[in-house]
Protein backbone atom coordinates (compact mmCIF):
# COMPACT_ATOMS: atom_id res chain seq x y z
CA UNK A 1 0.00 0.00 0.00
CA UNK A 2 2.35 2.10 0.67
CA UNK A 3 3.66 2.04 -3.26
CA UNK A 4 0.11 3.00 -3.99
CA UNK A 5 0.41 5.85 -1.78
CA UNK A 6 3.48 6.90 -3.35
CA UNK A 7 1.53 7.34 -6.53
CA UNK A 8 -1.44 9.47 -5.23
CA UNK A 9 0.97 11.91 -3.46
CA UNK A 10 3.13 12.27 -6.84
CA UNK A 11 -0.13 12.77 -8.65
CA UNK A 12 -1.44 15.29 -5.80
CA UNK A 13 1.73 16.94 -6.81
CA UNK A 14 1.20 16.89 -10.21
CA UNK A 15 -2.28 18.38 -9.82
CA UNK A 16 -1.40 20.46 -7.54
CA UNK A 17 1.49 22.34 -10.30
CA UNK A 18 -0.80 21.98 -13.48
CA UNK A 19 -3.50 23.67 -11.30
CA UNK A 20 -1.19 26.05 -10.27
CA UNK A 21 0.01 26.73 -14.18
CA UNK A 22 -3.29 27.17 -15.25
CA UNK A 23 -4.43 29.72 -12.78
CA UNK A 24 -1.43 31.67 -13.81
CA UNK A 25 -2.44 31.14 -17.28
CA UNK A 26 -6.49 33.08 -16.46
CA UNK A 27 -4.03 36.22 -16.60
CA UNK A 28 -2.88 35.84 -19.85
CA UNK A 29 -5.73 34.68 -22.09
CA UNK A 30 -8.19 37.12 -23.55
CA UNK A 31 -10.92 38.50 -21.38
CA UNK A 32 -13.94 37.22 -23.81
CA UNK A 33 -12.32 33.71 -22.99
CA UNK A 34 -12.10 34.28 -19.13
CA UNK A 35 -15.22 32.27 -17.75
CA UNK A 36 -14.90 29.19 -19.93
CA UNK A 37 -10.95 29.17 -19.14
CA UNK A 38 -12.48 28.54 -15.70
CA UNK A 39 -13.10 24.97 -16.58
CA UNK A 40 -9.77 24.37 -17.37
CA UNK A 41 -8.91 25.47 -13.90
CA UNK A 42 -11.40 23.16 -12.38
CA UNK A 43 -10.23 20.20 -13.80
CA UNK A 44 -7.33 19.79 -12.01
CA UNK A 45 -8.74 21.95 -9.02
CA UNK A 46 -11.06 19.22 -8.41
CA UNK A 47 -8.64 16.20 -8.43
CA UNK A 48 -6.19 18.00 -6.21
CA UNK A 49 -9.06 17.13 -3.33
CA UNK A 50 -9.22 13.87 -4.46
CA UNK A 51 -6.01 12.95 -4.74
CA UNK A 52 -5.12 14.20 -1.13
CA UNK A 53 -7.93 12.33 0.15
CA UNK A 54 -6.49 9.15 -1.14
CA UNK A 55 -3.23 9.91 -0.59
CA UNK A 56 -4.28 9.78 2.90
CA UNK A 57 -6.22 6.54 3.11
CA UNK A 58 -10.03 7.53 2.45
CA UNK A 59 -12.20 7.03 -0.69
CA UNK A 60 -11.97 3.53 -0.80
CA UNK A 61 -14.21 0.51 -0.34
CA UNK A 62 -13.49 -3.33 -0.27
CA UNK A 63 -15.72 -4.48 -3.69
CA UNK A 64 -15.61 -8.78 -4.84
CA UNK A 65 -12.00 -8.72 -2.74
CA UNK A 66 -10.22 -5.81 -4.50
CA UNK A 67 -10.11 -2.09 -3.82
CA UNK A 68 -12.32 -0.01 -5.62
CA UNK A 69 -11.24 3.77 -5.25
CA UNK A 70 -14.81 5.38 -4.95
CA UNK A 71 -13.36 8.80 -4.68
CA UNK A 72 -11.12 8.12 -7.69
CA UNK A 73 -14.95 7.74 -9.60
CA UNK A 74 -16.25 10.78 -7.72
CA UNK A 75 -13.69 13.21 -9.61
CA UNK A 76 -13.71 11.68 -12.72
CA UNK A 77 -17.60 12.33 -12.79
CA UNK A 78 -17.34 15.49 -11.57
CA UNK A 79 -14.09 16.37 -14.21
CA UNK A 80 -14.47 14.24 -17.73
CA UNK A 81 -17.89 16.41 -18.04
CA UNK A 82 -15.70 19.66 -17.99
CA UNK A 83 -13.15 18.54 -20.53
CA UNK A 84 -16.38 17.85 -22.81
CA UNK A 85 -18.42 21.07 -21.79
CA UNK A 86 -15.43 23.13 -22.66
CA UNK A 87 -15.27 21.39 -26.27
CA UNK A 88 -18.88 21.86 -26.93
CA UNK A 89 -18.38 25.82 -25.74
CA UNK A 90 -15.37 25.75 -27.87
CA UNK A 91 -17.03 24.59 -30.88
CA UNK A 92 -20.19 27.29 -30.07
CA UNK A 93 -22.37 23.75 -30.32
CA UNK A 94 -26.24 24.00 -29.34
CA UNK A 95 -27.51 23.55 -25.97
CA UNK A 96 -29.37 20.01 -26.74
CA UNK A 97 -26.22 18.53 -28.54
CA UNK A 98 -24.46 20.19 -25.07
CA UNK A 99 -26.35 18.26 -22.84
CA UNK A 100 -26.07 15.16 -24.14
CA UNK A 101 -22.65 15.34 -24.66
CA UNK A 102 -22.02 15.55 -20.63
CA UNK A 103 -24.95 13.83 -19.73
CA UNK A 104 -23.66 10.88 -21.50
CA UNK A 105 -20.21 11.52 -20.35
CA UNK A 106 -21.82 11.29 -16.97
CA UNK A 107 -23.28 8.25 -17.27
CA UNK A 108 -20.31 6.34 -18.64
CA UNK A 109 -18.28 7.04 -15.23
CA UNK A 110 -21.70 5.54 -13.32
CA UNK A 111 -21.68 2.65 -15.01
CA UNK A 112 -17.81 2.10 -14.52
CA UNK A 113 -18.22 2.49 -10.87
CA UNK A 114 -21.29 -0.10 -11.07
CA UNK A 115 -19.16 -2.64 -13.17
CA UNK A 116 -16.19 -1.96 -10.69
CA UNK A 117 -18.54 -2.53 -7.84
CA UNK A 118 -20.43 -5.74 -9.10
CA UNK A 119 -19.18 -9.37 -9.17
CA UNK A 120 -19.13 -10.86 -12.89
CA UNK A 121 -20.68 -11.69 -15.10
CA UNK A 122 -23.01 -8.56 -14.63
CA UNK A 123 -19.68 -6.74 -14.20
CA UNK A 124 -19.18 -7.03 -17.31
CA UNK A 125 -22.61 -6.14 -18.97
CA UNK A 126 -22.63 -2.59 -16.72
CA UNK A 127 -19.01 -2.03 -18.40
CA UNK A 128 -20.00 -2.77 -21.83
CA UNK A 129 -23.23 -0.08 -21.22
CA UNK A 130 -20.61 2.47 -19.86
CA UNK A 131 -18.25 1.82 -23.33
CA UNK A 132 -21.80 2.01 -25.05
CA UNK A 133 -22.27 5.26 -23.75
CA UNK A 134 -18.76 6.58 -24.54
CA UNK A 135 -19.49 5.56 -28.04
CA UNK A 136 -22.16 7.75 -27.92
CA UNK A 137 -19.48 10.60 -26.32
CA UNK A 138 -17.26 10.14 -29.79
CA UNK A 139 -20.07 10.14 -32.21
CA UNK A 140 -21.11 13.48 -30.99
CA UNK A 141 -17.76 15.14 -30.46
CA UNK A 142 -16.81 14.01 -34.13
CA UNK A 143 -20.22 14.24 -35.70
CA UNK A 144 -22.60 16.97 -34.20
CA UNK A 145 -20.23 18.73 -31.95
CA UNK A 146 -17.77 18.88 -34.79
CA UNK A 147 -20.00 20.31 -37.84
CA UNK A 148 -20.77 23.17 -34.91
CA UNK A 149 -17.19 24.15 -35.03
CA UNK A 150 -16.88 24.01 -38.50
CA UNK A 151 -19.55 26.28 -38.93
CA UNK A 152 -18.51 29.08 -35.96
CA UNK A 153 -14.90 28.63 -35.57
CA UNK A 154 -11.45 30.19 -37.78
CA UNK A 155 -9.39 28.08 -39.08
CA UNK A 156 -6.96 28.27 -35.81
CA UNK A 157 -9.60 27.59 -33.66
CA UNK A 158 -11.00 24.55 -35.42
CA UNK A 159 -7.80 23.22 -35.14
CA UNK A 160 -7.86 23.56 -31.30
CA UNK A 161 -11.17 21.66 -31.32
CA UNK A 162 -9.31 18.96 -33.15
CA UNK A 163 -6.59 18.43 -31.20
CA UNK A 164 -7.93 18.57 -27.73
CA UNK A 165 -11.31 16.29 -29.14
CA UNK A 166 -8.30 13.88 -30.46
CA UNK A 167 -6.29 14.10 -26.99
CA UNK A 168 -8.83 13.19 -24.69
CA UNK A 169 -10.35 10.57 -26.95
CA UNK A 170 -7.11 8.68 -27.31
CA UNK A 171 -6.00 9.32 -23.67
CA UNK A 172 -9.51 8.04 -22.22
CA UNK A 173 -9.82 5.16 -24.70
CA UNK A 174 -6.96 3.68 -21.93
CA UNK A 175 -9.10 3.70 -19.21
CA UNK A 176 -11.49 1.50 -20.48
CA UNK A 177 -8.47 -1.27 -21.31
CA UNK A 178 -6.50 -0.50 -17.47
CA UNK A 179 -10.64 -0.90 -16.20
CA UNK A 180 -10.47 -5.31 -18.16
CA UNK A 181 -7.11 -5.37 -17.19
CA UNK A 182 -7.34 -4.72 -13.86
CA UNK A 183 -8.76 -6.32 -10.53
CA UNK A 184 -12.20 -5.11 -11.68
CA UNK A 185 -11.95 -7.27 -14.89
CA UNK A 186 -9.61 -9.72 -15.55
CA UNK A 187 -6.71 -9.36 -12.57
CA UNK A 188 -3.57 -9.59 -15.31
CA UNK A 189 -2.68 -6.22 -13.84
CA UNK A 190 -1.92 -5.83 -10.07
CA UNK A 191 -3.00 -2.61 -8.47
CA UNK A 192 0.22 -0.71 -7.64
CA UNK A 193 0.66 -0.79 -11.79
CA UNK A 194 -3.00 0.01 -12.58
CA UNK A 195 -2.36 2.51 -9.98
CA UNK A 196 0.62 4.32 -11.57
CA UNK A 197 -1.22 4.36 -14.93
CA UNK A 198 -4.10 5.78 -14.01
CA UNK A 199 -2.14 8.79 -12.19
CA UNK A 200 -0.13 9.17 -15.29
CA UNK A 201 -3.05 9.20 -17.36
CA UNK A 202 -5.38 11.51 -15.13
CA UNK A 203 -2.07 14.19 -14.14
CA UNK A 204 -1.92 13.99 -18.46
CA UNK A 205 -5.73 14.28 -19.25
CA UNK A 206 -6.40 17.12 -17.26
CA UNK A 207 -3.41 19.12 -17.01
CA UNK A 208 -2.24 18.63 -20.41
CA UNK A 209 -5.73 19.33 -21.71
CA UNK A 210 -6.00 22.87 -19.82
CA UNK A 211 -2.26 23.58 -20.98
CA UNK A 212 -2.63 22.82 -24.87
CA UNK A 213 -5.96 24.91 -24.63
CA UNK A 214 -3.95 27.72 -22.70
CA UNK A 215 -1.08 28.09 -25.33
CA UNK A 216 -3.79 28.21 -28.06
CA UNK A 217 -6.06 30.99 -26.34
CA UNK A 218 -2.73 33.14 -26.13
CA UNK A 219 -1.93 32.51 -29.63
CA UNK A 220 -4.86 33.51 -30.60
CA UNK A 221 -4.92 36.60 -28.31
CA UNK A 222 -1.69 37.76 -29.72
CA UNK A 223 -3.21 37.35 -33.40
CA UNK A 224 -6.46 39.46 -32.26
CA UNK A 225 -3.74 42.36 -31.44
CA UNK A 226 -1.82 41.86 -34.01
CA UNK A 227 -5.11 42.22 -36.53
CA UNK A 228 -6.09 45.48 -34.86
CA UNK A 229 -3.04 46.90 -34.88
CA UNK A 230 -3.33 48.08 -38.67
CA UNK A 231 -6.54 49.73 -37.92
CA UNK A 232 -5.40 51.49 -35.16
CA UNK A 233 -2.74 53.00 -37.58
CA UNK A 234 -5.35 53.69 -40.41
CA UNK A 235 -7.32 55.60 -37.45
CA UNK A 236 -4.41 57.68 -36.33
Do not use: C
Not at 61 to 72: D, L
Not at 217 to 226: I, K, N, P, R
Request: aromatic share 10%; no cysteine.
Amino acid sequence: MATITTWFTLGLLGELLGTAVLAYGYTLVPEEVRKRYLLLIAIPGIAIVAYALMALGFGSIQSEGHAVYVIRYVDWLLTTPLNVWFLALLAGASREDTVKLVVLQALTIVFGFAGAVTPSPISYALFAVGGALFGGVISLLYRNIAAAAKSTLSDIEMSLYRTLRNFVVVLWLVYPVVWVLGAAGLGLMDVETATLVIVYLDVVTKVGFGVIALLAMMDLGSVGETAEEPTAVAGD
